[in-house]
């Protein structure tokens, strides 16, 4: 590869127009004759849905339509998509009930849908939505999941018994249960991992629009994944042709997860602008964000780790309730089960592993992925138990992970949990985190903390992810109902600069800047020479997204294949120009040379060759200079690292301050390490924010407490110190590039790093666990019923 | 929001006047909770009178031993002035903690102890030292200004002018912050003049409150080990998910103690 574009700082081309206020986001976008739809929802948990009279509603002014669930489903409207089938333990599948883009029947969520009102502004829209008069039949609700599965519980569904969608596993029972029957030592945990709100910058927003001439539907759309959309709602719920159908995603404010799904607002006013016959357009207020965008996370679980006496793990056994929320959302069931079983084994050779989940509805917000997806929970859970463990065998919570690492030599790894990790180095990870964060000087640090009144704790997660998603096959055979391949287009014109497709989509990521990089790596021209494109499904051949920190390791290679493609063919038309053999023609730094002599042409020679094809190879090489190649993993990549946090603590208050935060990670090369370092930075501050300040509360009568910013507790700023972001790299060994993905790592390490490092700070307390968000209400009750503190 | 008119006053006497014509109007200074409160559809006032056009309104001046601060001062502008942080400090600091840049640079000590938000700043700072409230009719003394959530003394159509500060010997304000809101969950600010001591404890209550058993406390002895043992009766106290009666009750007296120290 040449030298300069990869591993560079390179600025992002992005970020003129975005901080300057030149982006083109969904609700910049106004189309002629537009109208706004105001969507109408349940203010109840659950409740019978019933007489909807819209008629005072019609006669306001500006108000052109007030459409229902009865409407839709008059008009064959069919229900939003679950795109990934888990099966039980006895291989039934899963309860797979409706979800209707308008509620019929029945409301399951505060936020759940109800009807729709357009009219010529926003404000008539509100008002006239007033008028519109619901029979709710209210009902009884259950908010946690847990609560959802007993006797006697609120029934979301019919079909659904105790509110069961279903009940799977993963990994060896008989095996474990032998194990831990052997073993020296067993280390128990139960834990939450809480229920957060994704809160991108950028609320949801979609415009649909109809051409009645062409029978065309166009959606604009906050997505994550245009293609996806344009496949779930023409084919699931609109029942249009991919042809008659075009999705665009522009520039998108932050995804998370929570912009991936098919959401119903984005059917609603693509059907709705057909029915009124012009464009149809709905922006989320944030309070509406709050309760229709899907939530992450939210795990019960109950953890055991069986060790020897030498406190090298034997077997791990856990058991996870996994809330859904009301409806099953796009992805929702592989984010319990394959994003997050399947990283049990973390860095660690134990070798035999069991996870059991059932996942349940209850009358809250949709869950689906969100930061990590799954592999936060499965690291949370790993590194609490190590840490525990630790505790209760006196072995040094350090040392004891070294103990049980897989070693750097045992790769490709196979793990008890299905997934083989192609390479890693993760005592290289820790020994590096260790002396970057001065672990050895942390009780000087202590004793300092302690003469100012202050507790001070230091906390390690080494973790491990999955992500760069996914060999299709694989999928498949795990329930997906989608591949998981991507696409890439290089178009070279004819005057040599370079237009690059991707089925990926950037929303923040830094794609249009990191893809240039590499295609200009790889064909040696300048990265202004370099347009790249994303986000409509009209110029990009169907891609699967962005999401599971896959874009450049699966979109990335895509691009590269159809790179090869691209010197392929230049090289067949330099013989030609050069008259030499195909087979001495040499590519490098941009130019296509005979081998052993000076004579060469440029890309861009040989690109108005191709397309003014006069004096060309015709009889054999068609022209043009225009490669398309599809890349489908063989296998995920696995990202890892080691997190260390250093905590202070107010024991008068119990306020937590994270005063120090160390990150090493291996996400495989690095491309551009000022976005890798911007991915982290952004992760870590979820992570912290999972930990220390953000929940999703629900009351016991299932209202959602945390409806806006105002008790719903973001991270800030203020709140954190610098970090310090280090690599320790180890190549992915099956794609070209080595990237291993970097988005979510951030997220997936950090939460347990800082709450084994509150625990640590509260030894002298004899405190083992406390559940996020370690907020000061609770740290300050776990000290004051403790009290008085105990030696450590 | 609903729709609204809106008048932007030219005087006092003319807000005042308009105000008390209507009552469903509702007076504008910083805007910084009426605004949300309108976007949220929680009110719906037929009109707007904005208070932002008042010159006489705007301005911190030393008037006697007493420091004067127009109802339309910015917090920002409280936070840095040097008649402020020479006379008392403390409210320079209060000030400095409210909100975010954006809201101080916005809001007003008119528009925040016309409110009487139970968990905002400022009437900590009025009643902790003794203040008196100076409106378009009358003089309110601090004590007799805050009547309970949301509530105060004010007539219809009264207007809030200006705030004057006694100057105390010592005095100081500390803040445990709702993490999300930044609003306090428990701010003493205690205020020594002479003999006399006064606590004002907002965040906890249903309105800001002065504390008996604190003040005696103070009194006898000047010292944070003087109200270390003092248990705070919770009941009556705000509990929501940030923070329960019981925990604000114990954070009253850790803040007063830390208000103690800063006085010096």
């Known amino acids: ?792 | 929001m609903y729709a609204f008119e809106y008048s932007r006053a030219k005087s006092v006497a003319d807000a005042s006047k308009a105000a008390s014509a209507d009552e469903e109007a509702k007076i504008l200074a910083g805007g910084m909770t009426l605004i949300p409160t309108l976007k949220q559809r929680l009110a719906k006032p037929t009109t707007l009178i904005d208070l932002n056009g008042i010159a006489d309104l705007v301005g911190i001046k030393r008037d006697g031993g007493n420091l004067v601060i127009g109802a339309m001062t910015r917090h920002s502008a409280v936070a840095r002035s040097k008649d402020v942080k020479e006379m008392i400090p403390a409210l320079a600091h209060l000030a400095e903690l409210i909100g975010d840049p954006a809201v101080r640079n916005r809001g007003t000590i008119g528009g925040s102890i016309a409110n009487h938000d139970p968990a905002a700043d400022y009437p900590a700072g009025c009643l902790g030292l003794g203040a008196t409230i100076v409106t378009s009719k009358r003089k309110i003394a601090a004590d007799d200004f805050f009547t309970g959530m949301f509530s105060t003394a004010l007539e219809d159509g009264e207007i809030v002018t200006a705030v004057s500060f006694p100057k105390p010997d010592k005095a100081a304000y500390m803040k445990f912050k709702n993490p999300a809101s930044r609003y306090a969950i428990v701010g003493v600010f205690v205020a020594k003049t002479g003999n006399q001591v006064r606590v004002a404890v907002t965040g906890a209550g249903a309105g800001v409150f002065r504390s008996m058993v604190l003040e005696d406390a103070l009194s006898k002895s000047f010292l944070p080990t003087a109200v270390e043992g003092i248990k705070i009766p919770s009941d009556g106290l705000n509990s929501d998910i940030h923070a329960s009666a019981e925990y604000r009750a114990h954070l009253i007296t850790v803040m007063a103690k830390r208000a103690v120290v800063a006085c010096g």
């Open chain 1, 1 to 792: 590869m040449a030298d300069g574009f990869i591993g560079t700082s390179v600025k992002r081309r992005e970020d003129a127009k975005f901080l300057t206020g030149r982006g083109n986001y969904t609700d910049d976008i106004n189309r002629p004759g537009q109208l706004d739809a105001y969507i109408i929802r349940s203010p109840h948990p659950h409740a019978g849905l019933g007489k909807i009279d819209v008629s005072r509603a019609l006669k306001q002014p500006g108000v052109v339509a007030v459409f229902t669930g009865a409407d839709m489903t008059a008009d064959g409207i069919g229900g939003l998509p679950c795109g990934w089938l888990i099966h039980n333990k006895d291989g039934s599948p899963m309860v797979e009930p409706a979800h209707p883009p308008l509620a019929t029947g029945k409301v399951r969520h505060v936020g759940d849908p109800v009807a729709v009102v357009i009219a010529e502004t926003h404000a008539q829209a509100k008002d006239a939505a007033e008028l519109v008069e619901i029979a709710y039949q209210e009902l009884p609700a259950v908010t946690d999941a847990t609560l959802a599965l007993k006797p006697g519980a609120p029934q979301l569904f019919d079909e659904a018994k105790n509110n069961l969608c279903y009940d799977w596993h993963l990994g060896d029972k008989a095996a474990a249960d032998a194990a831990f029957a052997k073993a020296s030592k067993v280390a128990k945990i139960d834990l939450i991992n809480n229920r957060l709100i994704a809160n991108a910058m950028e609320p949801r927003a979609a415009l649909g629009e109809f051409n009645r001439a062409t029978g065309e539907y166009t959606l604009y759309t906050t997505s994550q994944n245009p293609h996806v959309i344009r496949l779930l709602m023409g084919a699931n719920v609109l029942h249009v042709p991919e042809a008659k159908l075009r999705v665009i995603a522009p520039d998108v404010g932050g995804g998370f997860g929570s912009k991936i799904y098919h959401y119903a607002e984005e059917a609603i006013v693509t059907w709705a602008a057909a029915k009124v016959n012009r464009p149809v357009k709905w922006t989320a207020e944030r309070s509406e964000s709050f309760m229709s965008d899907a939530q992450g996370r939210d795990h019960a679980t109950h953890g055991e780790l069986a060790l020897d006496k030498d406190g090298k793990f034997l077997a791990l056994r856990v058991s996870t309730v996994a809330n859904l929320g009301g409806y099953l959302s796009t992805f929702a069931t592989a984010i319990p089960t394959w994003l997050y079983a399947t990283l049990l084994a973390g860095v660690y050779t134990t070798p035999v592993i069991y996870c059991e989940v059932k996942a349940v509805f209850t009358n809250t917000v949709p869950v689906d992925a969100y930061r990590g997806a799954g592999r936060p929970e499965a690291s949370y859970l790993l590194e609490r138990l190590v840490d525990v463990a630790a505790r209760e065998t006196g072995i040094d919570r350090a040392e004891l992970r070294k103990r049980n690492f897989i070693p750097k030599t045992a790769f490709p790894y196979q793990t008890p949990m299905a997934v083989q990790y192609d390479s890693g180095d993760y005592p290289g990870c820790l020994d590096a985190a260790l002396k970057a964060s001065d672990y050895a000087g942390f009780e000087t640090r202590r004793a300092a903390s302690q003469k100012v009144d202050k507790l001070r704790g230091i906390g390690i997660s080494t973790y491990i992810e999955a992500c760069g998603i996914a060999p299709s096959a694989v999928a498949g055979a795990l329930g997906a109902r989608a591949g998981l391949y991507e696409v890439g287009v290089v178009r070279v014109h004819p005057t040599g600069t370079i237009t690059v497709l991707t089925g990926t989509h950037s929303h923040g990521q830094g794609h249009e800047t990191t893809f240039a990089q590499i295609v200009a790596d790889a064909l040696g021209v300048p990265m202004e020479s370099i347009e790249v494109v994303h986000g409509d499904t009209a110029m990009i051949p169907f891609g699967m997204g962005t999401y599971g920190s896959r874009s450049l390791a699966v979109g990335g290679s895509a691009i590269l294949k159809a790179v090869d493609k691209i010197v392929a063919k230049s090289k067949k038309i330099a013989a030609h120009l050069l008259e030499a053999a195909e087979a001495d023609i040499e590519f490098k730094d941009g130019k296509f040379s005979v081998a052993g002599t000076d004579r060469s042409k440029t890309l861009g020679e040989i690109a108005l060759a191709a397309y003014v094809p006069h004096n060309y190879p015709i009889e054999t090489v068609e022209p043009g200079l225009d490669e398309t190649a599809y890349y489908d993993p063989k296998n995920f990549t696995f990202p890892a690292g080691t997190h260390i946090c250093e905590v202070e603590i107010d024991p008068q208050t119990g306020s937590v301050t994270v005063v120090k935060f160390t990150a090493v990670d291996d996400v495989g090369r690095v491309i551009n390490p000022m976005i890798v370092e911007g991915q982290v930075h952004g992760g870590v501050v979820q992570g912290i924010g999972q930990a220390l300040y953000e929940g999703c509360v629900y009351d016991a009568s299932g209202q959602l407490v945390t409806g806006s910013f105002m008790d719903y507790c973001m991270p800030r700023a203020d709140n954190l110190p610098a970090f310090a972001v280090g690599h320790h790299t180890t190549l992915c060994t099956h794609n070209t590039l080595g990237v291993k993905g970097c988005g979510e790592v951030g997220a997936i390490g950090s939460p347990p790093a800082v709450m084994n490092a509150v625990i640590d700070a509260l030894k002298p307390y004899g405190i083992t666990h406390l559940d996020m968000p370690a907020t000061p209400e609770v740290v300050w009750r776990a000290i004051d019923s403790a009290r008085p503190p105990r030696a450590a």
